[in-house]
């Protein structure tokens, strides 16, 4: 049966901006304040000098010199809130506040000669493949929120708001009439030649273009429905529900601190789901249980509920991994005076028991909340302040995809200003942090997916699919 939670709080009594200047940078040395305090957006009294210490940032670029276009692969999609790449598919999957599931499908064509997938076209298939509106409360900011695959593409996981105004996550079984190709052909073999022969033009045996087979819409199995969380939760703000598939195959849960999580410190509370990031196996699920703890989790033998990977979060609206290297980047978008967008490396754990730090901290600034505050908070690498035209930090992948000077950047955007954004970093220490090209319009950035190869595609609140290229 599904877990039900309603969150114990202890009392103890969106509008962003990108960092309005890059870290000095020379030769791959940067200067980091050893013991400065952090400065108040508000508090202009000169702060006095302080010793230095140089940190090497290592070789490489010290800044991004690449820019980049956003070319629309698809429209239509009412109030959208979320995007997916279905594993193994090429498709990517839309939902909407409604509660309706959409598929594109990325007709592509295996090249011969370049040994590599090539797109030529997208198709979106006509009405949603799924719909779940009866159960979804869309007013506010609820709605269906989040959504991904297990590994191997069979088991569709959705995040929303139900009419209670609880948080669910729930599984279905997908399947598709006719499955995706096993192998990609290969290439054929070159003819033999003879030492001497002389040089002569054959004609072509085959084209160099393979067209792989179109995959007809996938079907989603409505009766195995399995409720894997259900969060009690108050008001109708602050929810994130972003889902994620980590490249350990489990399925990582966001969850928005409750509108009182300044007073409450529900984030802090480890036997609260709320303001925290979830990590659980729906592969490990048995006749008692939907799905199985994860050894690794910081509470799995108790101290904590056993689903907490990492807490201290306002509103963990996106997070990805990057997938050359599994380090964690979360953009908490918050709702006070700042978001950020937290660097949780794998050398530290990616997120393994990490205390993003509200309401002790808002930011880099101090929170509602300082009392009590441990000393092991994450200092976040980038963060945006609410005042201006700027809001909530929508954050997205780290490139891997076929530009070469944009790899490694972390891409992310703002959805007030529909800004796309670059971030460069290494070795945790912040080289770079500017626009980098499409500008999406107002109130639209709300979510980023990354397909198979390593490319990056944005869902606007208008209901628009842009894919991102080199500018």
């Given at each position: 049966m599904a877990h039900q939670y309603e969150p114990r709080r202890k009392r103890t009594g969106h509008a962003f901006r990108a960092l309005a200047g890059a870290v000095a940078v020379a030769l791959g040395i940067t200067l980091v304040a050893c013991s400065a305090p952090e400065?108040?957006?508000?508090?202009?009294?000169?702060?006095?000098?302080?010793?230095?210490?140089?940190?090497?940032?290592?070789?490489?670029?010290?800044?991004?010199?690449?820019?980049?276009?956003?070319?629309?692969?698809?429209?239509?999609?009412?109030?959208?809130?979320?995007?997916?790449?279905?594993?193994?598919?090429?498709?990517?999957?839309?939902?909407?506040?409604?509660?309706?599931?959409?598929?594109?499908?990325?007709?592509?064509?295996?090249?011969?000669?370049?040994?590599?997938?090539?797109?030529?076209?997208?198709?979106?298939?006509?009405?949603?493949?799924?719909?779940?509106?009866?159960?979804?409360?869309?007013?506010?900011?609820?709605?269906?929120?989040?959504?991904?695959?297990?590994?191997?593409?069979?088991?569709?996981?959705?995040s929303y708001v139900n009419k209670k105004g609880e948080i669910v996550v729930a599984s279905w079984n997908v399947s598709d009439p006719v499955p995706p190709p096993v192998t990609i052909p290969a290439p054929p073999a070159p003819g033999p030649t003879v030492p001497g022969a002389p040089t002569t033009t054959a004609a072509p045996t085959s084209t160099t273009t393979q067209v792989l087979p179109v995959i007809p819409a996938p079907v989603v199995d409505a009766g195995s429905k399995r409720t894997l969380l259900t969060i009690a939760r108050e008001g109708t703000t602050n929810y994130s529900g972003q889902l994620t598939l980590g490249r350990d195959g489990f399925l990582y849960i966001g969850v928005g601190d409750s509108p009182n999580g300044g007073v409450e410190k529900a984030a802090q509370n480890p036997e609260s789901l709320l303001g925290k990031i979830l990590r659980i196996d729906p592969g490990g699920a048995t006749l008692a249980d939907p799905y199985a703890i994860p050894p690794g989790n910081p509470f799995a033998a108790g101290g904590g509920a056993p689903q907490i990977w990492s807490l201290g979060a306002q509103n963990p609206l996106r997070f990805s991994f990057d997938r050359a290297n599994g380090n964690m980047w979360v953009a908490d978008a918050g709702r006070v005076q700042f978001s950020e967008i937290d660097y949780l490396p794998v050398s530290s754990g990616a997120g393994d028991g990490a205390n993003l730090g509200w309401p002790y901290k808002d930011g880099k600034e101090p929170g509602p909340v300082t009392e009590g505050a441990p000393s092991s908070l994450v200092t976040p690498i980038a963060v945006a302040p609410s005042n201006g035209a700027n809001c909530p930090v929508i954050g997205g992948f780290v490139y891997r995809g076929s530009i070469t000077e944009l790899q490694g950047v972390y891409i992310y955007g703002d959805f007030c200003t529909g800004t796309v954004k670059g971030l460069l970093q290494r070795k945790g220490v912040l080289l770079d942090d500017k626009a980098i090209g499409p500008q999406l319009g107002t109130n639209s950035i709300v979510a980023f997916a990354e397909d198979n190869q390593g490319e990056l595609y944005i869902v606007t609140a208008g209901g628009s699919v842009q894919r991102l290229v080199a500018g």
């Open positions: 400065k108040s957006s508000t508090d202009e009294t000169p702060q006095a000098t302080t010793p230095t210490t140089a940190v090497d940032t290592g070789t490489g670029p010290t800044s991004i010199s690449k820019t980049m276009l956003a070319t629309e692969v698809a429209g239509g999609f009412n109030d959208a809130t979320n995007i997916v790449s279905r594993p193994m598919r090429n498709q990517l999957w839309v939902t909407q506040r409604s509660g309706a599931v959409r598929v594109i499908e990325i007709q592509t064509a295996w090249n011969l000669e370049l040994g590599q997938t090539q797109r030529n076209g997208f198709k979106t298939y006509p009405g949603a493949v799924f719909d779940i509106s009866s159960d979804v409360a869309s007013d506010g900011e609820r709605g269906l929120l989040g959504i991904a695959f297990s590994t191997d593409a069979r088991s569709l996981f959705l």
